[in-house]
């Protein structure tokens, strides 16, 4: 699972699981910010990733619209679903 903890820094999100009672599984690989829409793609791939969390969707949208200049092929399905 990848999860993008895209307004979260880490230590916030540490607190949170904390408050939550539990850990960050071995399964999970947490990512706090992308560089590019090719970068989370390739992540995505080479790590096999089926599932991806986006916290929250209002960041990723953002970043987004900020490279839409890049291609954004498979990833625009994403933005689609949301």
């Known amino acids: 699972m990848l999860y993008l ?3 979260d ?3 916030r999100l540490q607190q949170r699981i904390k408050q ?3 850990g960050i ?4 690989f947490v990512l706090f910010n992308i560089e590019s829409l090719q970068e989370l793609e390739k992540i995505i791939i080479d790590h096999n990733f089926e ?4 916290d929250t969707m209002q960041a990723f949208k953002r970043a987004v619209k900020l490279l839409q200049t ?5 990833m625009s399905r994403i933005i ?3």
């Not at 599932?51 to 986006?54: E, L």
């Not at 890049?70 to 498979?74: A, F, I, Y």
């Open 5 to 7: 903890a895209l307004e």
């Open 9 to 11: 820094s880490k230590r």
């Open 20 to 22: 939550l009672g539990t």
């Open 25 to 28: 599984s071995q399964n999970c």
């Open 51 to 54: 599932v991806v969390i986006v």
């Open 70 to 74: 890049q291609s954004l092929t498979p």
């Open 80 to 82: 689609t679903l949301a």
